[in-house]
Each structure stands twice: as C-alpha cells, then as structure tokens.
C-alpha cells in the first residue's frame, strides 16, 4: 500500500505548513524512496545498451557510420510507448497479477524480457549475425519502454503529489547510476575481458563485449528483487466492464477523455508546456558534443568531465530539485529549473569564444547538468501530478512521449544552424528557445483550477 495515501485534493497541499528541512532529508530515506531508487537504476539500464554503448560495440566490429545511424531508430520504441500504454494500464497478466499485483506483474514480466534480450545481444556476433543483434536490441527496447509505463504509473501510485518530488529525484540518482554503467562500466568490463592480443589478431572481441553484456543482464536483478519484495500500490477503483467495447473504451478513449475532461481549455496550455519545457536542453544537446571535439578536447577529457562528473552534477540537480519541490511547490522549482536551464546555455556560448580550457568546461558542464537535474525533478513532479490513478500509466506515457516530440524535430536542424552561423549563436538561441517556456509555466501556474486538481482522485 502507499507510503503517503491523500485524503485531499493535491492543491491543497499549499495550506499545510512547510515541512522542516530535517523532515524533507529524511524523506529520501522511506522505504518508497529507497525502492523508487532501485527501480530507477533497472530503469535507466537498457538505454545505452541498445543506443550509445552499441554504437560504440558495432563501430568497433567495423560497421559502417550509416548503419549504425540507421540502427539508432530502435530508439523509437520509447517515443511510440503510448500507443500500448492502455494495455499496461488496464491489462491483467495470467496468474502473475493475482499473485503481484497489476503494476508489479508488467514490472516483473518487462525486466525478465530485457534480462533475455540482453544475453542475446551478447551472445550475437554483429559481423556475422546483424539481424540477430537487431532483433535483441529491439526486444530490449519494447521491453525497457514498457517496464517505463509500468513503473511511472507504481511511482505515481505510491506516494502523495507532495512527495512526487523526492520520488522522482532518487529515481533519477537511480536512473543516472545505471547510465554511468551501462556506458563507462560496461566499457571498462569489455576491456578488461579481452585477451592480450587478440587471439585472432583482430581489434574487435566479441567474446569481450558478450561478458560484458551478460553481466549487465545479470545487473537487471536489481529491479527484479525490488519488485519481487516491494508491496503492491492500493489501486484506484476501476468501474467493472459489462462487455468488451466497454473494456476497450475505458482503456483506450477514457484515459485521454479524462484529462481533456479536467483541464477544458487549460488542456492545450498544458500539452503545450509539456510539448516545449526541455526544447533548450535537447535541442542544444544534440551540437555539444560536435562542439567538445570542434574545441579540441580528448575523448579522455570528455568523458571524465561530460559522461561521470556531470552526470554526478545532475545527480546533485535532482536532489535538491526534489527537496525544493517539497518545500516550495513544483510550480516554484519548474520556473526555476527552466530559467536555469536557458541561461546555461549561454555559458556554451562564452566557451565558443573562450577555448580550450578543461578548467572552463568542468564549470560549464556543472552548471548545466546541476539545473538539467533541477529541472528534470520538478518536471517528473508536475507530469505525476497531471496524471488521474485511475489511468496514470496511460496519461504518464503520453506525456514523457509529448515532451521530446518538437524538441527532438527541432534539433534535427541544429547541425545546419551552426554551419550557417557558427556555435555562438546557435548557443544564445538555445537559450532564448527557453523564453517562451517561462511564460508558458506563468500562465499554466494561474491556469489550472483546484477542482481540476481535485479531480485526479486520492492518490
């Protein structure tokens, strides 16, 4: 059952008195917390093993870049998880559900998926089996992006919208954790498993790279203890369905009609604040690291400073975007982190013209994962609080899918910007792209009415 069960509407969470700043350390120490840890660290594994740490496995068994690039659209399968998103809201498994629960039975079933895939994607050599590779890596995808639905709606599920904010902030230490070694580690095991001279001469071991693998498919038990002892969210009550279109109508159109039912008007002002909140971090993204090495930093350089410091500088970010969310409302903390967010990117823009300098580029680097860590807790904070119990799978996926949509068309054409008018200004452009993100959240901040809050049900 939850932790934090709500016996009012989230809003009024603004009359209760602020909790002391002892309270809200101790919060990142309930057992809710702990296990959103441990999920967030099977949740966050399988990305670079199917997109960033495979590139670099295949590039190094001598594929072509175009295919890699190609191969990179397996991707996708976390944009598109709403489409299946009702069936996990609403879908029983077979025995499983009985025993664990709606949420934890797709949870189990999503991480034994991925543990499979990930053993076969060891064990395929992509010079001689690419298709077999493909498939694997495919099945990883589909697997993590449904173990993603199932585990936003058993994290919104298990606490109070006043706590949204921690959950998500150890989440994301979790989440953030599994990268470093699903990317460094997973390198640094590959290595380390190589034989001295290759046996065969060649460069490339996929004997190597297999250890490496099946030990981060043995690493996915993590996320299986967690579910096999944590304890099932009470779940909201679900109208019983006389016939199959009644089934199908609650599932598919309810969980859609429901939020458009809540918001009215409001509802474009949302989506659209969903749809652009992170559009300066991704859109920027996508040039930094063609900018890291057009400036002449080492692969050694970036990857101390880019790929482990700043991924603990975000870790950093998330905690204290949890506990300020706590304390001052995810509201506050929203319009600080993407204030943050826009004005760090104009630090790029100071170290286009600046140089090489590794002591620069740590400071820039922090500053921008710190506020990408604040920003990415209170905005996790504020989708969970958007969503109705009663279909939170299905209203979580569509909005983490909504939120890299236009972000992720509009980079497309960041490389051609640079080419035009050099990384200055592309840089200062990425940051007034967070312009209109401010007023959007100032608008959304006065927008929504209580009783459309009060609508989502107790949680």
């Known amino acids: 059952m939850p932790e934090h069960p709500v016996t009012r509407p989230p809003s009024a969470s603004d009359t209760e008195p602020r909790p002391t700043w002892g309270e809200t350390l101790r919060a990142y120490l309930e057992p809710a917390s702990l296990r959103m840890f441990a999920l967030g660290f099977s949740a966050g594994l399988p990305l670079l093993l199917v997109l960033g740490t495979l590139s670099f496995r295949l590039r190094e068994a001598g594929l072509d870049r175009t295919t890699i690039g190609y191969l990179s659209w397996v991707g996708l399968a976390y944009g598109f998880k709403w489409v299946w998103s009702p069936l996990v809201d609403r879908l029983p498994l077979p025995l499983l559900t009985r025993w664990l629960g709606r949420r934890r039975s797709w949870l189990l079933v999503s991480q034994l998926a991925i543990m499979a895939a990930l053993a076969g994607m060891a064990l395929a050599d992509p010079r001689g089996a690419l298709d077999t590779m493909v498939w694997c890596a495919l099945a990883v995808a589909f697997a993590s992006a449904t173990q993603d639905i199932a585990l936003d709606a058993f994290r919104i599920e298990s606490a109070d919208t006043r706590h949204q904010g921690v959950l998500a902030a150890t989440y994301q230490t979790g989440y953030r954790l599994a990268m470093i070694w699903a990317?460094?580690?997973?390198?640094?095991?590959?290595?380390?498993?190589?034989a001295p001279a290759g046996l065969d001469g060649a460069a490339y071991q996929n004997g190597a790279w297999a250890t490496a693998y099946l030990v981060m498919a043995a690493s996915m038990a993590v996320g299986v203890l967690t579910v096999l002892f944590s304890r099932e969210p009470v779940p909201a009550p679900q109208p019983p369905a006389r016939n199959a279109r009644e089934w199908l109508r609650g599932a598919l159109v309810e969980p859609f009609a429901d939020f458009l039912r809540r918001h009215g008007m409001h509802a474009v002002l949302?989506?659209?604040?969903?749809?652009v909140y992170r559009i300066s971090d991704v859109v920027m993204g996508i040039m930094a690291n063609p900018f890291y090495v057009d400036m002449g930093y080492s692969k050694d350089e970036v990857a101390a400073v880019t790929k482990v410091y700043g991924v603990i500088m975000t870790l950093a970010g998330a905690f204290v975007g949890g506990a300020l969310s706590l304390r001052l409302g995810v509201m506050r903390?929203?319009?600080l982190g993407a204030l943050l967010s826009a004005a760090t990117n104009l630090l790029f823009a100071w170290l286009a013209g600046h140089?090489?300098?590794v002591t620069a580029l740590i400071a820039v680097v922090s500053a921008d994962n710190l506020s990408a860590g604040i920003a990415s807790a209170a905005f996790i904070a504020y989708l969970s609080g958007l969503t109705n119990v009663s279909y939170s799978?299905?209203?979580y996926a569509l909005f983490s899918s909504m939120m890299l949509l236009a972000p992720k068309w509009l980079a497309g054409f960041s490389g051609a910007f640079v080419d035009a008018h050099g990384y200055t200004s592309f840089f200062i452009g990425t940051a007034a792209l967070g312009l209109p993100v401010l007023a959007l959240i100032a608008l959304a901040a006065r927008a929504v009415p209580p009783a459309a809050a009060a609508a989502a049900g107790p949680r």
């Open 183 to 194: 990317g460094a580690g997973v390198l640094w095991l590959a290595a380390r498993a190589e």
């Open 333 to 335: 903390v929203l319009m």
């Open 355 to 357: 140089g090489h300098d």
């Open 270 to 275: 949302i989506l659209a604040l969903i749809g």
């Open 393 to 395: 799978a299905t209203q």
